[in-house]
């Protein structure tokens, strides 16, 4: 506890506390239909929720601090972790749906089979085909018993649920938007793209969500990240591990950052890549995959960009 604005990195984002959030916020969504509460559904479930657990999935953590040198354990004096872990985990299909009014919100881009009920009155499966978040094309089937007019939303990401950060260069619009092949007419409602027509067994939507590289630096009154700079790509904020790189060394604002799938690193993931100013490379990772490799991992470093 402290003053406000008295974020320190070494201070713990609890996990169940981030189970809460989501709970939270997906309830949020349900009363007032705002893409911005799925924002932080997707944040915290990428992040926290997905980060309180090892990649081999056998040790969890409490405390998720953004600066932390240790690894998970296999059990905690507090063990509240143990359920609440995995309840969020297997109610995905519920974070990722949510009934409208007037159809069905899309909230979350994941590869992927789901019965999400009579939508207009008619039995409704959707079908996601994508490789989010390491790649930003998403193809969404409609499996239908029976023709059926209703709004179908798909959340635009934005990428600063929060005031105190600034995500740049910003994430944009998704793109490319068609019905089975062709260019559909949409409008945006309340951070959704919303397309409102009678749909028909097997129709396909496709759009690319846009997944640029961005810095995030925050509001300058947090002074643990005054002169620092975080990394995100999509629903994923990156760390810098001590096993890659000396962790005190300064980003070079000058030199562009890039994500590289690296197929034999944690299971698979995206990294990014970039320089120090001192002309060395810089190397980060999925928040989630921190720390399970040993030594010291990081979310907020030195930047040199003023």
């Known amino acids: 506890f402290g003053g406000n604005f008295s974020l320190r990195n070494t201070s713990y984002c609890e996990s169940c506390s981030n189970c809460g959030l989501l709970f939270f916020n997906h309830r949020l969504h349900r009363d007032f239909g705002q893409a911005r509460y799925a924002d932080v559904v997707e944040d915290a479930l990428y992040n926290a929720v997905l980060g309180s657990v090892d990649v081999e999935g056998r040790n969890f953590t409490y405390v998720n601090p953004l600066d932390q040198d240790h690894a998970r354990y296999p059990w905690h004096d507090c063990p509240c972790c143990i359920g609440n872990i995995p309840r969020t985990l297997l109610s995905l299909p519920t974070w990722m749906y949510a009934p409208t009014p007037d159809g069905l919100a899309v909230n979350l881009y994941l590869g992927s089979r789901v019965q999400v009920g009579p939508v207009a009155g008619a039995a409704l499966e959707v079908e996601q085909r994508t490789g989010y978040p390491w790649q930003g094309g998403v193809e969404i089937v409609l499996h239908l018993k029976q023709k059926a007019v209703f709004a179908l939303r798909l959340r635009e990401p934005g990428r600063t649920p929060s005031a105190l950060y600034r995500a740049e260069p910003a994430a944009g619009e998704l793109a490319g938007l068609k019905v089975n092949g062709k260019a559909a007419p949409a409008k945006r409602v309340g951070g959704y793209v919303v397309i409102d027509r009678k749909w028909r067994d097997g129709d396909v939507v496709s759009f690319e969500v846009p997944l640029p590289v961005q810095r995030v630096t925050c509001d300058t009154r947090v002074g643990a990240n ?81």
């Open 226 to 306: 005054r002169g620092r700079v975080a990394l995100r790509r999509g629903p994923l904020v990156y760390n810098l591990e001590a096993v890659d790189q000396p962790l005190d060394k300064v980003l070079d604002a000058t030199k562009p950052l890039e994500a590289v799938w690296e197929p034999d690193l944690l299971g698979g993931v995206m990294v990014v890549q970039g320089a120090f100013t001192d002309g060395t490379p810089l190397r980060a990772i999925p928040n989630y995959a921190r720390n399970n490799r040993g030594g010291r991992s990081i979310v907020w470093f030195k930047d040199a960009a003023p």
